[in-house]
């Protein structure tokens, strides 16, 4: 089925929850955040939250970082 991923087209398999498809895009579940049809999904949510057809899903990575002292 087609989603859209942080604004482009990608063909996933159907029958994923949100949780499922973070792991099958490898993306590190602890370091991002997700908004789906522009409402934030709470990480607690994400393992029943269930893909559908034409969903919109923005994924922001968390990155580290910052000045040493």
């Known amino acids: 089925m087609t989603i859209h991923l942080n604004g482009e087209p990608n063909e ?3 029958g994923l929850t949100l949780a499922g498809l973070l ?3 490898k993306l590190p579940a602890d370091r991002v955040a997700v908004e789906r049809n522009l409402a ?3 990480r607690d949510r994400w ?3 269930r893909m559908e057809a034409g969903d919109r899903l923005e994924v922001v990575h968390f990155v580290g970082g910052g000045k040493e002292r």
């Open 12 to 14: 996933v398999p159907e």
């Open 23 to 25: 792991e099958w895009l």
């Open 40 to 42: 934030i999904v709470p």
């Open 47 to 49: 393992n029943e939250t």
